[in-house]
């Protein structure tokens, strides 16, 4: 396809349960970020990749939180011991190049998301 | 600390009325964007602003970058129920490599 796709759409845990999320990006985009969306309100930053490293981890909630992202590509986000408050829209965007050598014009391209609920 | 407030929260018009929605900040940034998000999908970018002052339009939409890149406003001229949707503004910072979204304005326009 030719836009970032995420899986699951859905995903319903019980709390202590470890979850994983994951973003498949646009072919060839080098930058990508990882959000959370809380009840249809902004966006809060959790984590951006530059190829296969993350420069800037700064925000991700708690190390309960950790993301990986191999070959330059998929990405996928997990959720360890999983709270009642980590509930949200987990979403993921990717652009061609990252934001600071883009001067933050190039385009961020978002996948649907995955909802996450946790009971 | 949120760094870009947008106000209203939330607002409710009549197809045809006109709008303005406001992405406030006391920092800097090197760009601002503007996105629609629909319910169930991601957002969508509609457009980037990056030089203080600066003026876009598309088509109904007027999109203001203020001259100090602080703040940044849309407009909606005639606006219609296909404008339905969650509008966040995205500011980048200089020297840094995230995007800092905006609280959010959920617009509902009433055929």
């Known amino acids: 396809g030719a836009g970032v796709s995420q899986s699951p759409s859905n995903k319903v845990t019980e709390k202590g349960k470890d979850v994983e999320l994951r973003c498949d990006p646009i072919s060839g985009h080098t930058a990508l970020y990882w959000y959370r969306q809380s009840l249809g309100q902004g966006l809060e930053f959790l984590i951006y990749f530059q190829g296969n490293s993350a420069p800037d981890k700064s925000g991700l909630p708690s190390d309960r939180f950790s993301a990986e992202r191999t070959g330059g590509s998929v990405s996928t986000l997990t959720i360890q011991r999983t709270q009642q408050e980590d509930s949200a829209v987990y979403l993921c965007?990717?652009?061609?190049?990252?934001?600071?050598?883009?001067?933050?014009?190039?385009?961020?391209?978002f996948g649907p998301g995955t909802r996450l609920t946790v009971l | 600390t949120q760094l870009l407030e947008q106000s209203p929260q939330f607002l409710s018009i009549q197809e045809g009325e006109n709008l303005t929605v406001y992405c406030n900040s006391s920092?800097?940034?090197?760009?601002l964007q503007w996105y629609r998000q629909e319910p169930g999908e991601g957002p969508v970018l509609l457009v980037t602003?990056?030089?203080?002052?600066e003026v876009k339009k598309l088509k109904r939409l007027t999109f203001q970058f203020g001259d100090a890149r602080k703040d940044s406003s849309l407009h909606i001229t005639a606006a219609q129920p296909g404008d339905t949707g969650l509008y966040l503004c995205a500011g980048a910072r200089s020297g840094t490599y995230k995007y800092i979204f905006g609280t959010g304005t959920r617009l509902k326009v009433l055929a």
């Open positions: 920092s800097v940034f090197s760009s």
């Open positions: 602003v990056v030089t203080g002052g």
């Open positions: 965007a990717s652009s061609l190049r990252p934001v600071l050598l883009a001067g933050g014009a190039d385009t961020q391209y």
